[in-house]
C-alpha cells in the first residue's frame, strides 16, 4: 500500500526568552515546572466551533449522525482492537442551564430505562460543586457486552453537554489519560449551533465483534444528499480473510432500524492487519430522526478467493498524484506488474483521508487492460466524486486475480 501526503502546512514558530540584570554570586534555585497532563496532546476544535478539547495524537475522532446537537466518539488503537474510550454529544437547549433545566436535561439523557434496549445500570450519582453531575454505571451491549461507563454531564449557558468515558479493562495510565482529556473540555457559548432537544444516551460505540475492526470512521452527507459512513475495516486476526461484508444500520432514538445499507469489501483478500477503505452510501439520504449508527461485518477465513489471489506485493506503483481535474480530485499514476505471474481483473482501491486520520472517500477502479503479463505497465486515473472533508493525503492498493497460463 502506498500512502502519499496530497497537501501539508506546516507552521513553525520560535519564541526565544533573554534575560538581563546585575551578575553576582548569589546561589540560584532551580523550580523544575510540572509537565503538564495534556503537554503531548494535540487541541480538536469541532467543526461547528461548539467544543474543544486536548487528545491524545494517536486518537481518531469521528462525528456521529445526530438530528439535534453534535455527538462525536474518539477511538484508539489498543493492541489489536479499536477502542472507543470517550464520546461527547452537545446540544443547544436554547435556554440558560438554570439548576433546574440542567437536572431535567441530565435526567433526560440518562433515565433510569434505556429506550435503547441496552440494559443499563446505575452505580453511583454525584452533583459536584461547580453545578456539574458525575455518573457511573453499566451498559451490556449486544456485540461489545458488558462495558464500565464514567458520565460528566455539565451546562454552559444554553449547551448541555454530555461527556461518555469506557473506562472497562483501563490501566492506570489509560484512566490518567482519560481525566486529562476531560479536564481539558470547553465549551464556546457563542457557537451557531441550531438548537436541539436533549435525547438519551444510547450506543456511541461503532461495534464489531473482534474479528474486524474499524479505523477512521466518519459519517457525513454530500451535496447531492446521499449519506455516506467511510472508514477502513482491519482485519485483528492472524488468518487471511474473505468474503467480508458490512452493513450500516441507522437508529432513531428508540431503536428503531430507519435504513440499511451492505457491501462486500473490495479487497478480495484481507490479510492479518491489513485495512481496506469502504463506503457505505445511502441513496435516499439520512432519515431525520437518525440518532446513531451501527457497522457489523461477517466474513470467513480464506479459502477459495485465496487460490486466485494476486496482492499488492506484486505491483509497484510509481508517479502517483491526486490532482483537481474540473472541479473533481482525481488519483492517477502508473503501475507494474512486477510479479512472476499474469494479472487479471487488477484494480486500483483508493481512500483519501482528512487531517484528523478519517476516511473521507473510497473507490476502486478496474485498469483499462484485461490482463497483464510480468513486467506490463498501464496508467489508471481514479476519480473522487464526493469526499466527505479536507483531503490531506491517500493511499493506494493494487490487486488482481492469477490469469491464465499463455
Known amino acids: 500500500m502506498r500512502v502519499r501526503v496530497i497537501f501539508l502546512l506546516l507552521v513553525s514558530g520560535l519564541l526565544i526568552l533573554t534575560a538581563c540584570g546585575d551578575q553576582n554570586n548569589d546561589p540560584v534555585f532551580v523550580v523544575a515546572t510540572p509537565v503538564p497532563a495534556d503537554a503531548n496532546f494535540i487541541t480538536y476544535q469541532h467543526a461547528s466551533g461548539v467544543f474543544s478539547l486536548r487528545i491524545p495524537p494517536d486518537w481518531v475522532a469521528g462525528d456521529l449522525p445526530d438530528a439535534n446537537g453534535v455527538r462525536v466518539q474518539f477511538t484508539a488503537l489498543e493492541g489489536d482492537q479499536a477502542v472507543t474510550r470517550l464520546s461527547v454529544y452537545v446540544v443547544n437547549t436554547g435556554n440558560p442551564m438554570t439548576p ?40 451490556t451491549y449486544p456485540t461489545l457486552g458488558t462495558r464500565s ?46 438548537i436541539g432537544t436533549v435525547q438519551q444516551a ?26 455516506h459512513i467511510t472508514g477502513e475495516a482491519v482485519n485483528t486476526t492472524p488468518n487471511d480473510l474473505e468474503a ?29 492487519g491489513q485495512g481496506a477503505p469502504f463506503d457505505l452510501r445511502f441513496e ?9 449508527y451501527e457497522l457489523n461485518v461477517a466474513a470467513r477465513e480464506a479459502e477459495y478467493a485465496r ?4 496482492g499488492a506485493d506484486n505491483f509497484t506503483i510509481a508517479n502517483e498524484e491526486a490532482i483537481y481535474m ?26 483519501i483521508w482528512d487531517d484528523q486520520g478519517r476516511v473521507v472517500a473510497a473507490e476502486t477502479l478496474y485498469v483499462s487492460k484485461s490482463q497483464l503479463v510480468p513486467q506490463e505497465a498501464v496508467g489508471f486515473e481514479v476519480p473522487i466524486y464526493a469526499v466527505g472533508g479536507p483531503a490531506i493525503t491517500f493511499t493506494i492498493n493494487v490487486i488482481g486475480t492469477v490469469g491464465s497460463a499463455q
Do not use: C, H
Open 284 to 292: 435516499g439520504g439520512k432519515p431525520t430522526s437518525t440518532v446513531r
Open 244 to 272: 467480508v461484508r458490512l452493513s450500516g444500520v441507522l437508529y432513531d432514538a428508540q431503536g428503531r432500524r430507519l435504513a440499511e445499507q451492505s457491501d462486500i469489501l473490495s479487497m478480495d483478500v484481507l490479510g492479518p
Open 307 to 310: 487460490q486466485t489471489f494476486y
Open 149 to 194: 461507563l464514567n458520565l460528566f454531564l455539565q451546562g454552559d449557558g444554553a449547551f448541555f453537554s454530555a461527556l461518555e468515558l469506557d473506562i472497562t479493562g483501563a490501566d492506570a495510565p489509560t484512566r490518567e489519560r482519560l481525566q486529562a482529556v476531560v479536564n481539558t473540555y470547553r465549551v464556546n457559548q457563542t457557537a451557531d449551533l441550531r
Open 100 to 139: 433546574e433545566m440542567f437536572a431535567q436535561a441530565a435526567n433526560t439523557y440518562q433515565p433510569p430505562d434505556d429506550l435503547a434496549a441496552y440494559d443499563w445500570q446505575e452505580i453511583n450519582r454525584a452533583d459536584q460543586r461547580d453545578g456539574s453531575r458525575r455518573i457511573t454505571g453499566i451498559r
Open 202 to 227: 444510547a450506543a456511541q460505540v461503532t461495534a464489531y465483534s473482534g474479528v474486524i475492526g474499524f479505523n477512521g470512521y466518519y459519517a457525513w452527507t454530500d451535496q447531492d444528499g446521499v449519506f
Open 326 to 351: 474540473q472541479d473533481t480530485l482525481v488519483v492517477r499514476g502508473e503501475l507494474a506488474n512486477t510479479g512472476n505471474q499474469m494479472a487479471e481483473a487488477v484494480k486500483v482501491i483508493v481512500a
